[in-house]
């Protein structure tokens, strides 16, 4: 969680308690649902509108591409845990079970970064955003190149 100012939101579209906003930086708009609204919806078989809202409100911004395949849901990162990596030879485990999960499970449909460009935009957006669950976010190891990729492969 950040301290620091927070940009300005782009309202793109609005309807109800249902907002569409742009947060500079990032590649999708995100979903603003008002609190005790979104208290009605999240629990139970209302919990589709939610999705439902934001796939209208982004054809109404004129914004055709979802940051997920309407088929198959949102999409994913890797499933592989990289928690055990402590190791160059463990991340070179962690590498290839990363790219088998990415040609045997569908990674060109499913991951959201399924390019180089994209994979390595989100990686460098990743190690900026110091996103990790640890202390150690300055200390250079294994285990914290294993996170920051298999983050990157879902990191928007």
């Known amino acids: 969680m950040t ?6 939101l782009e309202r793109l579209v609005w309807h109800g308690n249902a907002q569409l906003v742009q947060q500079p930086g990032r590649r999708f708009p995100g979903l603003f649902v008002q609190g005790d609204t979104l208290a009605t919806l999240v629990d139970g078989p209302e919990s589709a509108k939610l999705l439902g809202w934001y796939e209208e409100l982004m054809t109404a911004a004129g914004l055709g591409r979802l940051p997920y395949s309407s088929e198959h849901g949102p999409r994913r990162a890797t499933n592989v845990d990289p928690s055990s990596v402590s190791s160059r030879d463990g991340f070179a485990d962690f590498l290839e079970a990363v790219l088998d999960d990415f040609r045997a499970h569908g ?3 499913e991951w959201e970064n399924t390019t180089l460009d994209r994979l390595l935009e989100a990686l460098a957006a990743f190690a900026a955003a110091r996103v990790v ?3 150690e976010q300055e200390t250079a190891s294994w285990s914290l ?3 920051m990729i298999a983050a990157a492969t879902g990191y928007e």
């Open 3 to 8: 301290t620091e100012p927070l940009e300005p």
């Open 107 to 109: 990674g060109r449909t």
């Open 133 to 135: 669950e640890r202390g």
């Open 145 to 147: 190149f294993a996170e």
